[in-house]
């Protein structure tokens, strides 16, 4: 079964950094278009940044400038640099991993808290 661990989150105050790292298991992650989205209590789950199997690269407005995505296909992880945090980054990070609709799989999410 397809396995996706996000790990690197935590509080931090703004102004601050954090990396945030996204380990995939039974998957062959270099195919898949890997993205970072977030979900703030109440608000829906909103795309952050793409990087698709290529090496291409979306982001959000609101993260443009401050935010990259990267990955690394031999350590089958994506990363999100986040630079420059603001208390309305604030959120439940959430790592996806998608090849086509019905090929579309999700990590369990972690607390990025920033304080103002």
């Known amino acids: 079964q397809v396995r996706l661990v996000e790990s690197g989150g935590g509080l931090v105050q703004t102004g601050g950094s954090l990396r945030l790292s996204c380990a995939a298991s039974?998957?062959?992650?270099?195919?898949?278009?890997m993205s970072w989205y977030r979900q703030a209590p109440g608000k829906q789950r909103d795309l952050v940044a793409t990087?698709?199997?290529?090496?291409?690269?979306n982001y959000a407005d609101s993260v443009k400038g401050r935010f990259t995505i990267s990955r690394d296909n031999g350590k089958m992880t994506v990363y999100l640099q986040m630079n420059s945090l603001k208390p309305e980054d604030t959120a439940v990070y959430y790592c996806?991993?998608?090849?086509?609709?019905?090929?579309?799989?999700w990590g369990q999410g972690t607390q990025v808290t920033v304080s103002s």
């Open positions: 996806n991993a998608q090849r086509r609709v019905s090929d579309d799989y």
């Open positions: 039974r998957i062959i992650f270099s195919i898949y278009t």
């Open positions: 990087i698709t199997n290529g090496g291409s690269t």
